[in-house]
């Protein structure tokens, strides 16, 4: 899928199952927010998404606030708390 057909969406709850759903929709070219607690959002804005998966190790590009506000403009949310 190209960029541009993908819905923006936000992850509200960047823990273990957030940052997974997160980062393999990031992976697969979605535009993705990830939201949570600052030291961890703080370390996924400096150095992006470590997945560490079954068949690949990567950093994945996505964005990471710990304001709620940051999903105001995405089409999908996903809950993972």
């Known amino acids: 899928m190209e960029e541009s057909s993908w819905p923006r969406i936000a992850v509200l709850g960047a823990g273990a199952v957030g940052c997974y759903f997160g980062g393999m929709l990031a992976r697969a070219g979605a535009p993705v927010t990830l939201i949570g607690h600052p030291p961890h959002i703080a370390a996924i804005a400096s150095h ?11 950093y994945v590009s996505v964005s990471a ?17």
């Open 48 to 58: 992006g998404l470590f997945f560490d998966g079954l068949h690949f190790q990567q």
């Open 65 to 81: 606030s710990t304001e709620v506000s940051a999903a105001a403009d995405a089409e999908i949310v996903l809950f993972c708390v």
